[in-house]
């Protein structure tokens, strides 16, 4: 199973020779081959030629079978009126998908905003100022849990349950905090 050193091929014998002998034949064997022909060169001129068109005719097919799917273009024309059709059909299509995304965000803030408004008919004032900043805590726009000034207890939880909560005292502190709920607030806007 195993050959001998000798008859076994080096994989890098071409590119770098391993004894000063073989070092030898190597060299001559490059300077002993001839010169490549104008046949020889124009055969392989040919063959790059038909390899990169066979490459560029399968990119064109991909390409036209992509466009022919997303913009319903069934052959290409070359026609400059029909490239300025196409065009302002892919651009009225891409109005009318922004509108469409548009008119789905609205509705669903509609829909939100009645969900809110439902949910806080038959609330008192304190449960509704409650939920309102229960909502703000939820957008993250300020964390209310340390805040001494915007904290408003949970009647369900009571006061030994609550984690203790680390005031923020000093005004450096409260300015820095209220400046990052403001820069969170114009995040989301």
């Not at 891409?94 to 609330?123: A, K, N, P, V, Y």
């Not at 450096?172 to 820069?183: C, G, L, P, Q, S």
């Amino acid at each position: 199973m195993h050959q001998s050193p000798e008859v076994q091929p080096t994989l890098n014998a071409r590119i770098r020779p391993e004894s000063p002998t073989e070092a030898v034949s190597h060299s001559s064997e490059i300077r002993n081959t001839p010169a490549p022909t104008t046949e020889d060169i124009r055969r392989t001129e040919q063959r790059i030629i038909e390899r990169a068109s066979k490459r560029f005719h399968r990119a064109r097919k991909q390409y036209f079978a992509v466009l022919e799917k997303y913009e319903g273009i069934v052959e290409e024309r070359e026609d400059h009126g029909k490239l300025y059709q196409r065009r302002v059909r892919r651009e009225r299509r891409e109005e009318q998908l922004r509108l469409r995304e548009r008119e789905i965000r609205q509705r669903r803030r509609e829909d939100e905003r009645r969900r809110r408004t439902l949910q806080r008919q038959g609330q008192t004032h304190s449960e509704r100022v409650q939920s309102v900043f229960r909502e703000y805590a939820n957008m993250e726009l300020f964390p209310i849990d340390n805040h001494p000034a915007v904290y408003l207890p949970e009647p369900s939880v009571s006061e030994d349950e609550r984690p203790p909560r680390r005031p923020i005292n000093t005004p450096e502190e409260m300015d820095n905090h209220f400046n990052a709920a403001v820069n969170r607030f114009y995040d989301m806007i």
